[in-house]
């Protein structure tokens, strides 16, 4: 059990054993389920939206669909950095308010699928009360790596989701 933002008591969230696509932002390795991921492109072209959050990079058009496009590094509050022939987008399906979102997760390079077992997942540490961890599913541990292991449903919380849709929804209509 763990206090959540809320002083509420809620449940410890725990990474199920499976595939997970990990991907390095900085010295660090994020691992996300599989299927989430609905497929990785390399950079291009993304039209920025004026007034969205500074982690919302913009949109992209992926084949006739405008997606939004969020910035992980801004998101996890790290040094931004410029992109290099290794930053990709990895576009994942996520749970909202309103049903399943596509969207672009911008992070620094993917690295590989690795299977990770129950018996190589901890309970994601505590931190204290005010600090959200809410979108860390578990902590992998595969050989010398330890992987943060996320919920893509949660890296964003509804009402960041809402603000990068609207910028989806800015773009589609030529604003």
């Known amino acids: 059990m763990t206090e959540n933002q809320n002083g509420g008591v809620t449940a410890a969230p725990i990474a199920k054993a499976g595939k997970y696509l990990t991907f390095q932002m900085g010295k660090e390795v994020y691992g996300i389920e599989i299927l989430k991921v609905q497929e990785i492109i390399g950079m291009m072209p993304v039209t920025r939206v004026p007034r969205t959050p ?38 994942v399906q ?59 449903d949660k890296v964003l919380s509804n009402e960041e989701l809402v603000l990068a849709m609207q910028s989806k929804t800015a773009e589609g209509k030529g604003d």
Not at 102 to 128: H, K, W, Y
């Open 54 to 91: 500074d982690f919302v990079r913009g949109v992209i058009n992926l084949r006739g669909k405008v997606i939004p496009v969020i910035e992980l590094r801004r998101k996890f509050c790290m040094e931004t950095r410029e992109d290099t022939d290794r930053t990709c987008i990895v576009v």
């Open 94 to 152: 996520v749970a909202g308010a309103a049903g399943m979102v596509t969207m672009g997760l911008l992070v620094d390079e993917v690295s590989e699928v690795l299977n990770v077992g129950q018996e190589q997942i901890e309970a994601p540490p505590s931190f204290g009360v005010g600090v959200d961890t809410d979108f860390i599913l578990g902590m992998g541990k595969v050989g010398q790596k330890v992987l943060m292991l996320l919920d893509a």
